[in-house]
């Protein structure tokens, strides 16, 4: 789902018709999907092809969504207009007329037959208006471009020139084709990324998120900067079920804003930092925003394998959060969290300890048995609704209607989530039958000219320009798809590379003038979007300069020799820490401007990856040998001061 429309099962229009429809083909397609994941299907004597599933996906949620979704984007569905009412029967009518009828398409492609030609427009028209009502133009229009410049780029001489391709073939082409629409990623969409947005509201209705708010606020309430850490750490710990940004904001920013505000931080500054805690939980495995789910189809290598990767950049993160975050209040005096607003930790865990069990299912099976990922998240969705039906949180506990929500819920939640994937696999089809993609990845390294720092520079600054205003699932694959090949082709891992580009994608969400995250803090603490857009760059700094060092640093990937990535992650995290300290002003005690620039510099050649140069170890020491001495002088000195009767 996109963090531009997070799904209500409440928000669904007066219409009577509409809100059945709405339940029954939400119910209809997430149960679907879990039984072929659990493949159940086959036991039955029902068997169909992946793109069949797809296609059936793509069906439903065209039917959904033109109940739900209105024709002006962003506001609520009041009425149920006739023409929508049309528009759900015709999506929901071709698409499974391609889904029923897919293998016998297949064979009748080469004579393009006109029924196959004529379902394949109405999905695509309907995709194309339905990816305008839920993420809105910035995608369509360059989903939109493509198909275009498909259409007359054998007209265009120069580096990128295509191949002549007809209209009919184009639209068969785009809509029925592996390398498009009913390719992987849909595929994906339809069984992986449901099956654990099904475990995340599964989550939600059971009160995990209630516990992650309670145990961060139980273990950091009492420090300085309580609020903010506590934001901080209950947004990771939500991050992991949800990797949703705007989703994490409405989920812990109603309560860590108004606590962050109460202990005096300015508006602007508790608004953003929620937004930047929001916006890494798009890192955090397992998860991830359902990034990790297309990023594993892209490197054509496991799903755990990139949560493993993940796990790295996702520390960094957040520890430079939890560093700027103290330090800050070092630096302004904010205060505690109320002492009468801290729970005991004794009685939250005692509470709560029972949701390690489908994380502990999760994970067990997804690494150590060896599952498939869809079949894991519906083992630790089993363990959730066993561990809500019988115990839940905080006096709360889940029933069997909460289980059916849940259901609801997603069926809601995907349909963003598929919107976008079709909208990626036009671009991709378009790519893969003219030629496209050779083509921009050559002019790309050519731009570059070769040069590495060039071309990551203009990945970083194109990534989060084309990325204001969209979810970061949009961004990471229109950017995978225009940069990874050229960055893969200067040398860089293709690991590195799409992380990199995840990255800086999802920065789009606090980086003004379009950054949804800031603008929803914003909203909840009452503050200026653009101010809070600006502070939430500045406290979330790290994300703009880790992408480089594991570009050129494999560690930082868990990637290569143990004894490497013991020594490269501390020194990074300790890098960290003096770059924090010198942005905040201050250690131990408020940093003159001198003492700023030299720990700033001092943490910036401590994070320089070794195998950068040869010269780079002797950067790390030098960085070491100045700043590590100079806040032990920071320290002795804050502790004379003390010492000292007033």
């Not at 940069?483 to 690991?495: D, E, K, M, N, W």
Request: some cysteine; overall charge neutral; aromatic content about 10%.
């Amino acid at each position: 789902m996109s963090d531009s429309n997070i799904p209500e099962v409440e928000a669904l229009g007066e219409s009577a018709f509409g809100r059945g429809m709405q339940t029954l083909l939400s119910v209809i397609l997430v149960s679907t999907s879990l039984l072929w994941c659990a493949d159940l299907f086959r036991p039955l004597g029902i068997n169909f092809f992946p793109e069949q599933l797809a296609s059936g996906c793509l069906a439903i949620s065209l039917g959904i969504l033109y109940l739900r979704y209105p024709a002006k984007q962003g506001t609520k569905r009041t009425d149920l207009p006739f023409y929508d009412i049309i528009l759900s029967f015709l999506g929901l009518g071709a698409g499974l007329y391609i889904a029923v009828n897919f293998p016998d398409l297949q064979t009748r492609l080469v004579d393009k037959p006109i029924d196959a030609v004529l379902a394949c427009a109405i999905v695509m028209l309907l995709c194309l208006e339905g990816l305008r009502r839920t993420v809105g133009w910035a995608l369509l229009l360059v989903v939109l471009v493509a198909i275009g410049y498909a259409m007359v780029g054998h007209n265009i001489s120069g580096p990128l020139e295509t191949r002549r391709v007809d209209t009919d073939r184009l639209l068969l082409y785009l809509n029925l084709d592996t390398s498009a629409v009913l390719g992987d990623a849909m595929q994906i969409g339809a069984t992986v990324v449901l099956a654990f947005c099904f475990f995340g509201a599964l989550l939600g209705r059971s009160g995990a998120s209630a516990f992650f708010n309670d145990i961060a606020v139980a273990l950091f309430g009492r420090s300085r900067g309580g609020p903010a850490k506590v934001a901080v750490v209950a947004s990771s710990l939500f991050g992991m079920i949800s990797g949703l940004a705007v989703a994490n904001i409405m989920a812990t920013g109603i309560v860590t804003i108004p606590m962050m505000k109460k202990a005096g931080y300015p508006a602007h500054h508790a608004g953003a930092v929620e937004a930047s805690s929001a916006t890494g939980g798009q890192l955090m495995p397992p998860v991830m925003g359902a990034v990790a789910f297309v990023m594993a189809d892209f490197l054509e290598m496991s799903y755990g394998a990139v949560c493993i990767a993940a796990a790295i950049p996702a520390l960094l993160y957040y520890a430079a959060l939890f560093i700027q975050a103290d330090l800050d209040a070092a630096r302004w005096g904010f205060g505690r969290v109320d002492e009468s607003e801290i729970p005991k930790l004794k009685k939250v865990l005692s509470d709560g300890s029972i949701f390690i069990i489908p994380f502990a299912a999760l994970l067990g099976t997804l690494f150590f048995l060896n599952w498939e990922a869809q079949l894991s998240a519906i083992a630790a969705s089993l363990c959730v609704i066993a561990v809500g039906l019988l115990k839940g949180y905080g006096g709360h506990r889940m029933n069997l209607l909460g289980v059916w929500k849940a259901l609801v819920e997603t069926g809601f939640g995907i349909i963003d989530i598929v919107m976008v994937v079709a909208g990626a696999g036009f671009i991709m089809g378009v790519f893969q039958v003219t030629g496209l993609g050779f083509a921009l990845t050559a002019l790309m390294v050519d731009i570059g000219g070769g040069n590495l720092w060039i071309l990551l520079i203009l990945a970083a600054a194109l990534s989060t320009v084309l990325g204001m205003g969209l979810p970061t699932l949009s961004v990471y694959v229109l950017v995978a798809v225009l940069f990874a090949p050229a960055l893969v082709q200067t040398g860089i891992s293709p690991l590195a590379a799409h992380m990199f580009l995840l990255y800086y994608g999802m920065m789009s969400m606090i980086t003004p003038p379009v950054a949804l995250a800031a603008f929803f803090a914003a909203n909840l603490s009452g503050a200026n979007a653009m101010r809070t857009g600006f502070s939430a760059m500045r406290f979330s700094w790290t994300a703009f300069v880790v992408p480089f060092l594991f570009v050129l640093s494999p560690p930082l990937l868990l990637q290569g020799p143990l004894l490497g990535i013991l020594i490269a992650v501390p020194l990074a995290i300790i890098g960290v820490f003096f770059v924090s300290a010198a942005l905040s002003g201050c250690i131990f005690r408020n940093l003159t401007g001198l003492e700023r620039i030299v720990f700033g510099l001092a943490g910036l050649l401590i994070m320089l990856p070794q195998n950068m140069a040869d010269w780079a170890i002797w950067a790390n020491f030098i960085g070491l040998a100045i700043s590590l001495p100079l806040a032990l002088r920071q320290w002795a000195v804050r502790r004379t001061n003390n010492a000292v009767p007033a």
